[in-house]
């Protein structure tokens, strides 16, 4: 996994359903970001629920004309997300897909309802960094805050964290 402040970011957030009208909150790489080019199927972001109420979110990428190229196998519900800390989440994807300037990976909701006081907040550095931005679905319209949030991109690895090699070959004797 290749990652941008994970460890590093904090202060700002901006949250799906924020003032009613926040549709997808997330990532989009700037120029130079060093994150471009990352090839992988699944990008993490750090989430924190604000408000009591059910819901299920899910990870979408947009390309530049801001349509919808991926979505996630994986959803992610109230009862994944405390309401005190962030928590890394991951977004699986069943294509791989390579970070592009100007992309959108985002969450967006499945179902619940979303507003200012109850909603799902994305990890935000305070100041700028990483040629990182914030990238927001306002109703229709596609924006941007200059602040960064805390992502990682990269592959899924098997359950138990493991790598699956082959197996050995086979000797047969004649």
């Known amino acids: 996994m290749t990652c941008q402040g994970m460890d590093t970011y904090s202060g700002e957030n901006k949250g799906l359903g924020q003032g009613g009208t926040y549709n997808a909150v997330g990532m989009t790489p700037d120029t130079s970001n060093t994150l471009i080019g990352t090839s ?57 897909f390579t970070v592009t300037e100007g992309f959108r990976y985002v969450i ?13 907040d994305i990890q935000m550095n305070s100041s700028t960094a990483d040629n990182n931005i914030t990238a927001i679905l306002d109703s229709s ?17 098997p359950s138990g964290g493991s ?6 070959p086979a000797f047969v004797r004649i």
């Open 40 to 96: 992988g199927t699944q990008f993490d972001l750090k989430l924190k629920q604000v408000g009591s109420f059910s819901y299920t979110i899910q990870g979408n990428i947009y390309n530049t004309s801001g349509t919808l190229v991926a979505t996630s196998n994986n959803t992610i519900t109230n009862s994944d997300l405390n309401t005190s800390t962030f928590t890394q989440v991951s977004f699986t994807f069943d294509d791989s």
């Open 108 to 120: 967006t909701a499945v179902s619940g309802s979303f507003n200012n006081s109850n909603r799902v």
């Open 141 to 157: 319209t596609w924006t941007t805050n200059s602040l960064p949030c805390a992502v990682c991109f990269g592959s899924s690895t």
């Open 163 to 168: 790598t699956l090699l082959p197996p050995p």
